[in-house]
């Protein structure tokens, strides 16, 4: 059971480049996801999806894309990059959204 | 108006001491869900534990367990005997229930730095 997948772990961006970061998980929940940390604060959510097939945005959805490919999996994409979406991604999942959410290990990316 | 705040950016504690780690929190929702999560070093995000704003009893997992203070607002963690592994920032996150929140989004305090002296 590997929980919480996220790739890539690290990325390196210049700006206007896009980019998809993928989630995927394994312990067949229905909600997942997508939170933002940045240095010296908690995580604020970017988007989430409660139920297969749908999704929401949170509070900091600028300039973010997603994507419930099926149950598993919920990308993340950044159409044109900025130096202000330099952060550390968290991808998240729960049994239901009034579950508690366990994370999957994070990716960092640095924008350009 | 902030609906988290952990005052104590940093906190020391000796090993096999215990150490309370501040949360408070501020919602008109009746019903709620406050959780505690540690991040260590390396980075990931780690469930640590859950009190419901009907649970009558304190939750406790292990060593951690949550002083909820329901009339003050507060949710405060309390480690017994602190190890080493237990340096790590810890987060305070706070789940507001049907009428404010549709999506179950969890809303982090700022964190709190724990270091654990030998």
């Known amino acids: 059971n590997a929980g919480v997948t996220q790739t890539p772990k690290f990325q390196v961006l210049k700006t206007g480049q896009s980019m998809t970061l993928q989630c995927a998980q394994d312990?067949?929940?229905?909600?997942m996801y997508w939170y933002r940390q940045d240095p010296g604060m908690g995580l604020r959510l970017i988007y989430y999806s409660a139920s297969e097939g749908t999704t929401d945005k949170g509070e900091v959805p600028n300039g973010y894309n997603v994507s419930r490919l099926n149950k598993r999996e919920f990308s993340l994409r950044l159409e044109s990059a900025a130096p202000s979406q330099t952060s550390v991604y968290f991808c998240?999942?729960?049994?239901?959204?009034?579950?508690?959410?366990?994370f999957g290990p994070g990716t960092r990316l640095t924008v350009l | 108006a902030q609906k988290i705040t952990q005052t104590q950016p940093g906190m020391f504690v000796q090993e096999k001491e215990a150490v309370t780690l501040d949360c408070t929190y501020d919602?008109?929702?009746?019903?709620?869900?406050l959780f505690w999560y540690k991040q260590p070093s390396s980075g990931e995000m780690i469930f640590l534990i859950y009190q419901g704003s009907y649970d009558q009893q304190n939750a406790t997992e292990g060593r951690y367990s949550l002083n909820f203070q329901k009339a003050r607002k507060s949710a405060n963690l309390v480690i017994s005997a602190s190890q080493l592994g237990d340096s790590a920032m810890y987060f305070c996150a706070m789940r507001e229930g049907y009428f404010y929140n549709q999506g179950g989004k969890l809303i982090f305090g700022q964190g709190t730095e724990l270091s654990v002296k030998p």
């Open positions: 919602t008109s929702d009746p019903s709620y869900g």
């Open positions: 998240a999942s729960s049994g239901d959204r009034w579950d508690t959410q366990y």
């Open positions: 312990m067949n929940h229905n909600s």
